[in-house]
């Protein structure tokens, strides 16, 4: 059975505004509120076609916002998967419930030590809160669950991170870096085909017309979002793509096909094909700022093709956060 990962679009809803993001720019995404009922019918179909490495109950919404996250959380481990969360944690909501579950990974999503910093791109949010109730994450979570503060890099915000990396290194987490990129990757594409800026993405890290160059260089590099990634939304419905969130990305249901079969129409998708054309799955993924001759990227490459994803859970889950969700550099070699 191929190896995936399970990025589950859990419902549509995000308590804050971040302009890269499309839930957070108010973007209409289709699905609404996954139910339990879907959950389990996912479950049973994907494990029973595939071998599941981990699942992410998020995508770019707020998953505390789920009343019955913890639910969700034991339903996955029911199969013997390691859950991933992310939350921008400016609510508390259901948290307690959520980590007495115990999920392997909670990404905690901040771009700012003051307020002034923070709001210009979680916009709504309030980094006292969040502060605080990383203090209670602390003191809540068990030890088999991994924190990692992901630090939203923007080119207005450098001497905010050490004061935030202290912080969450004072309190046990992770802390990791990382390049901000223009959310969908459509929007990249069209800025590079126009020379026209997109105002969402004037903070990225790298400016978009910079990252073409660097992008194109890398197009022939495989895309893990087609190969690896399968994402799903509220009503079953399959994404072709999860970094993108409009109708235009919808494929079916999930019921009406197999794992295998959408795998594999991926290779011969338009979208796929004229995203890859111009490398903008690396802007997708980042993965721009690595070297052209990477040893990591060989390295996870050779891995992927041996079949061994997936084999390890605990490695699985560990490669996950180390290599995919990886701090980036700020600039390419």
Not at 295 to 323: C, H, I, Q
């Amino acid at each position: 059975m191929i190896p995936i990962n399970l990025y589950l679009a859990t419902s549509t809803s995000c308590n804050v505004g971040c302009k890269t993001c499309p839930v957070g720019r108010k973007e209409f995404e289709p699905g609404g509120l996954m139910k339990l009922e879907m959950l389990k019918r996912i479950m049973d179909k994907c494990t029973k076609e595939a071998r599941v490495i981990t699942v992410q109950l998020y995508h770019y919404n707020e998953p505390f916002l789920i009343p019955y996250l913890n639910e969700m959380v034991k339903m996955v481990h029911n199969y013997g998967i390691p859950v991933f969360l992310s939350s921008n944690l400016v609510i508390f909501k259901n948290v307690a419930s959520v980590l007495a579950e115990n999920p392997e990974t909670l990404l905690i999503s901040v771009s700012g030590w003051t307020q002034e910093i923070y709001e210009r791109s979680h916009k709504d949010g309030e980094i006292e809160k969040v502060k605080a109730n990383m203090k209670e994450v602390a003191r809540l979570k068990g030890p088999n669950t991994h924190v990692q503060v992901s630090w939203h890099k923007y080119r207005y915000n450098e001497h905010e991170e050490p004061l935030m990396q202290e912080f969450a290194e004072s309190l046990g987490f992770q802390f990791v870096p990382y390049g901000t990129g223009l959310i969908p990757q459509d929007r990249a594409m069209k800025v590079w085909k126009t020379g026209v800026e997109d105002p969402a993405g004037e903070d990225t890290l790298v400016p978009v017309k910079d990252a073409q160059k660097l992008c194109f260089d890398r197009r022939n590099w495989p895309c893990i979002l087609q190969t690896q990634i399968l994402p799903i939304n509220g009503q079953g419905i399959v994404l072709n793509c999860s970094n993108r969130s409009d109708e235009a990305n919808l494929r079916g249901s999930l019921f009406d096909t197999t794992v295998s079969e959408i795998f594999t129409k991926r290779k011969t998708d338009a979208a796929c094909k004229a995203c890859q054309s111009v490398g903008a799955h690396i802007y997708a993924t980042q993965a721009y700022t690595r070297s052209l001759y990477s040893p990591v990227r060989v390295a996870e490459d050779m891995y992927r093709k041996l079949g061994l994803a997936g084999r390890f859970p605990k490695f699985s889950a560990w490669a996950t956060r180390n290599l995919y969700l990886r701090p980036q550099k700020k600039k390419s070699i």
